[in-house]
């Protein structure tokens, strides 16, 4: 199956601090899309990209849809103790998902 | 308006026992997909199911199956199960009349097999 790189693997940030990961591969995607994961539960759709240079916002994350087709990007900013938890980038080729292997987030108040 | 509702939560089953999971689409939405979550991993993709048939399939024995009933709902079985199988079993669901459509996942099945 296709493969999706995700970096960083975890992040340990301050409360209050901005935060990027992003999601790479080498195939071509026409969707990408971000979920988050709470300790047992389904991931939650934060954002869905559907052109290449695509900038989408959802409150205090934003995420981009790169050029290249390739990769991804989401923000958040003034990150929250609720932000906590474990964010997977999606993308769509050929009538399916392929996940990334998740970035985990832990926000130190 | 009911997310993905998927049963039972939890099971613990031994190795060659077989499992029957249950999926409730969202409504509106007339595709569902099956995923396994190992723990620290992300998704992998089992099957997918529009108009009750398997219209894609991932990387997955036959030994898993599944079935999509009249009003979209769904059943993931496992045969012959293995300590391998141990996973979060996921449901997602979307729709086939809008391309690319996001997947609305339910909170998974927690499958254990000792």
């Known amino acids: 199956g296709q493969q999706l790189n995700q970096s960083p693997q975890s992040m340990f940030i301050q409360e209050g601090e901005d935060v990027s990961m992003n999601c790479t591969s080498s195939?071509?995607?026409?969707?990408w899309l971000w979920y988050k994961q709470d300790p047992g539960e389904g991931p939650v759709l934060l954002i869905a990209?559907?052109?290449?240079?695509e900038l989408t916002s959802n409150g205090r994350l934003t995420a981009q849809f790169g050029i290249t087709r390739k990769d991804s990007f989401l923000n958040i900013s003034a990150s929250i103790p609720s932000d906590v938890g474990i964010y997977f980038c999606?993308?769509?080729?050929?009538?399916?998902?392929?996940f990334g292997t998740g970035t985990s987030l832990t926000v130190i108040p | 308006d009911a997310g993905v509702t998927q049963s039972p939560t939890h099971l613990i089953k031994t190795r060659g026992q077989q499992v029957t999971l249950r999926c409730s689409p969202k409504?509106?939405?007339?595709?569902v997909s099956w995923y396994q979550q190992a723990l620290g991993q992300g998704p992998q993709f089992i099957f997918q199911?529009?108009?009750?048939?398997?219209?894609q399939r991932g990387n997955f024995p036959d030994r898993f199956s599944g079935h999509q009933f009249p009003n979209y709902s769904s059943e993931l079985n496992v045969n012959a199960l293995l300590l391998g199988d141990s996973a979060l079993y996921l449901c997602?669901?979307?729709?086939?009349?809008?391309?690319?459509?996001?997947?609305?996942f339910g909170n998974g099945t927690r499958l254990t097999v000792t």
């Open positions: 997602a669901s979307s729709s086939r009349r809008a391309w690319g459509s996001p997947l609305h």
């Open positions: 195939s071509i995607f026409n969707t």
């Open positions: 990209l559907y052109k290449a240079g």
């Open positions: 999606a993308g769509h080729t050929g009538n399916q998902f392929y």
């Open positions: 409504s509106g939405h007339d595709t």
């Open positions: 199911y529009y108009e009750e048939e398997e219209r």
